[in-house]
Nanobody, 123 residues
């Protein structure tokens, strides 16, 4: 499975961005998907996850109520809608695929990673 993340950019605090993760590969829709982010010098952290069918989602506490993960299995794309952005959301965002939903929060359990897209929140 190959993953291509896009949609990052510069946004003012309080603004919104939508990240996309396009997946290719015959079995891509059977994977559970996650978004992670990383700030230089810090560990990568889990942001949100969605199971293969789209019926279950989980979020990290800092983004609950502001971010929404969704997926379109017809077009093999996963989205991360980010609202009410804060400066602390500034990071490189990565999408990733796993077959282990019970470990969706844990990066080492993921099999495939996209290349990352930079989100900068600044006035």
């Amino acid at each position: 499975v190959q993953l291509q993340a896009s949609g990052g950019g510069l946004m003012q605090p309080g603004g919104s961005l939508r990240l996309s993760c396009a997946a290719s590969g015959r079995t891509s829709s059977s994977y559970d998907m996650g978004w992670f982010r990383q700030v230089p010098g810090k560990e990568r952290e889990f942001v949100a996850g969605i199971d293969w069918g789209g019926g279950n989602t989980v979020y990290a506490e800092p983004v609950k109520g502001r971010f929404t993960i969704s997926r379109d299995n017809v077009n093999d794309t996963v989205y991360l809608q980010m609202n009410n952005l804060k400066s602390e959301d500034t990071a490189v965002y990565y999408c990733a695929a796993t077959r282990q939903w019970r470990y969706v929060r844990f990066g080492p359990r993921y099999d495939h990673w996209g290349q990352g897209t930079l989100v900068t929140v600044s006035s």
